[in-house]
Each structure stands twice: as C-alpha cells, then as structure tokens.
C-alpha cells in the first residue's frame, strides 16, 4: 500500500564518509524532490528531477548528488557528510505538467545522523 | 518577501475544541493551489486539503476545511473536534500555476499545534 518508500527510515554516518538514501515510488509520477528538514523548520528543496532532466536549487551544497536511474528510483548521494548535514531528509513525488497544482506525496523520510 | 507566510510558531488546543491555523500568502499569479500538510513527530508529511485559487467554496475533508478569503490572500486551517492526534506541525504550501510558471511548491514555516486533554 505504500506509495513513496524511503530507506533506511534511519542511518548513522561518520563524518566526512560518503552515505546514499533511497527513494522509490509506485506512483509512477514524474517529478521527484528531495528536502532537507532540520529540526522546526519548512522543508528546503535541495533538487528535482521533472521526468529525467535535473533541477539543482541555486543554494545547494556540492556535496549533495542525485541521481535516477528510472520513473521510480531516485538516490540521494552525501559525498562528505558533515555534522550540520544531520537532519531529516523527504523525498516527495508529483504529477506536473505546467501550470498543475497536483498535491505532492512524500515518503517518511529518512533522519541522517553524522557522528 | 515571503510569499507563505504562518505567523503563529505555536498553538495550543483542548481536545474536543475548534482551532484555527493562520497562513497568508502572496502571489501575483491568477491560477495557484494551496495545500496543508501535517508533520506528526515520526516526519511523515501527510497532505491535508487542497483550495485551488477558482474554486468558489472552501475546501472541505472531514474534520478540515479551509478558509479562504482571496481577497486577503489568506488560507487558514480549521480543525474542527480536536483530538489528540492532531498534536503535530501543521504547514501551509502554495503552487503558482500559469502555463510557463514555476510548478515548485513554497512551503511556510509551520505552526506546531498542541492538543491537550
């Protein structure tokens, strides 16, 4: 019954060790995001994909990576986690075509702790 | 400028009772959504209620309904009977939606609503 599944739900990394989260979807919706979620704060979008073209937000960190390799899987990559990258990471999906105002879906989320 | 706006970081509730979550927005476009998500502490953001900017009533789902007065751009959330599973935070989201527009949804800071027995 679940439609956007995010593993793990939680995961420890050291610092400075790269760390992948997953994100897959039984949607079939072709938009995916990705936000990072610190504690009592909106979600902030770090990239999309609309379909297969990618989307970085103009103030997201290099060190975080996307990829997706299909409608849907999509991974979100930490090349170099680092202790102000802890927080909770939402992976969400949509129908879009310009100008819908489709709700989005998000996934549970995964809490990323760096030690 | 914001263009979601939640002025209230915090609420508190009895159960049984109404309570209303404030969010004002600002757009220049004609055609847009907003949306209402709930964030129990387990993270999962759970879609609440849609108002597009046509429809002529106020949304509805159940225990919610939105109250949307386009004139003063604003879109608050009613939950009506409290319970104690409302206790989480509440966001308020808009879609700006002409042909071209960006479809990105603009989420506002969120209002952590309490309900207590």
């Known amino acids: 019954d679940a439609m956007v599944i995010q593993n793990p739900r939680y995961q420890v990394t050291q610092f400075g060790k790269p760390v992948t989260l997953s994100c897959s979807q039984t949607l079939n919706h072709n938009v995916m995001y990705w936000y990072q979620q610190k504690s009592s704060q909106a979600p902030k979008l770090l990239f999309h994909y609309y379909d297969k073209d990618f989307n970085n937000e103009a103030d997201t960190p290099d060190n975080f990576q996307s990829r997706r390799p299909n409608t849907s899987f999509c991974f979100l990559d930490i090349r170099s986690p680092g202790l102000g990258d802890a927080a909770m990471y939402l992976c969400a999906t949509s129908r879009d075509w310009p100008g819908s105002q489709e709700t989005q879906y998000f996934g549970p989320g995964t809490r990323l702790l760096v030690l | 400028a914001q263009k979601i706006t939640q002025t209230q970081p915090g609420m508190f509730v009895q159960e049984k009772e109404a309570v209303t979550l404030d969010c004002t927005y600002d757009?220049?476009?004609?055609?847009?959504?907003l949306f209402w998500y709930k964030q129990p502490s387990s993270g999962e953001m759970i879609f609440l209620i849609y108002?597009?900017?046509?429809?002529?009533q106020n949304a509805t789902e159940g225990r919610y309904s939105l109250n949307f007065q386009k004139a003063r751009k604003s879109a608050n959330l009613v939950i009506s009977a409290s319970q104690l599973g409302d206790s989480a935070m509440y966001f308020c989201?808009?879609?700006?939606?002409?042909?071209?527009?960006?479809?990105?949804?603009?989420f506002g800071r969120g209002t952590s609503l309490i309900v207590h027995p």
């Open positions: 757009t220049s476009d004609q055609s847009y959504g």
């Open positions: 989201a808009m879609r700006e939606g002409t042909s071209g527009g960006s479809y990105i949804p603009t």
């Open positions: 108002q597009g900017s046509y429809d002529e």
